[in-house]
């Protein structure tokens, strides 16, 4: 699943949504049930995460990693692996100042994963607050659940089912 404004705020808290500070991280209302409930239905949990704020100079890898495991400190140590992607186009700083495919839409990071944790992506499903977390899961081969809150979606064809929170994509994903 994908991290900020899915797992935590992140918008609401960190200017441009770039969120290196692990003192800033707060759950979003249902994400330790929810994590908690898909844990106990038998679901390894990964996070993939876009973190383009390495790129453009706001944070480095030490905060992107703090921020991590502060989540899973909040979490109750549920998440089995983070998978983060430093790189963003328009960076500032040369060396991640590109694009790479780790970095959503692509499915280099959900691909890593499960190679290295052994998931059956068929199986696997991709949560996510944007249209492209779902592309990065359609492209990997998983079913997709975008998190809407209380807007209305257009239809997409990366999108397989809508929920307004990840507490409800929970309850899709164990019914």
Known sequence: M????TLIR???VAPNGDLGDPGL????????????QLRDAGFALVVVTNQGGVARGKYGRAEVEAVNA???E???GQID????CPYHPKGSVPEFTREHPFRKPAPGMILDAAEKLNLDLAR???????????????????KTIFLSGAENVEPHPAIDWVAPDVAGAAAIIIG
Do not use: I, P, Q, T
């Not at 994908?2 to 404004?5: G, P, V, Y």
């Not at 991280?25 to 908690?36: K, S, T, Y």
């Open 70 to 72: 502060r989540v899973n």
């Open 25 to 36: 991280v707060v759950l979003l209302d249902g994400a330790f049930e929810a994590c908690r």
């Open 2 to 5: 994908d991290r900020d404004d």
């Open 81 to 84: 692996a983070f998978r983060y």
């Open 124 to 142: 696997s499903w991709m949560v996510g607050d944007k249209v492209r977390d779902c592309e990065a899961g359609r492209s990997a081969g998983c």
């Open 10 to 12: 992140c918008d609401e």
């Open 74 to 76: 909040l979490l109750g």
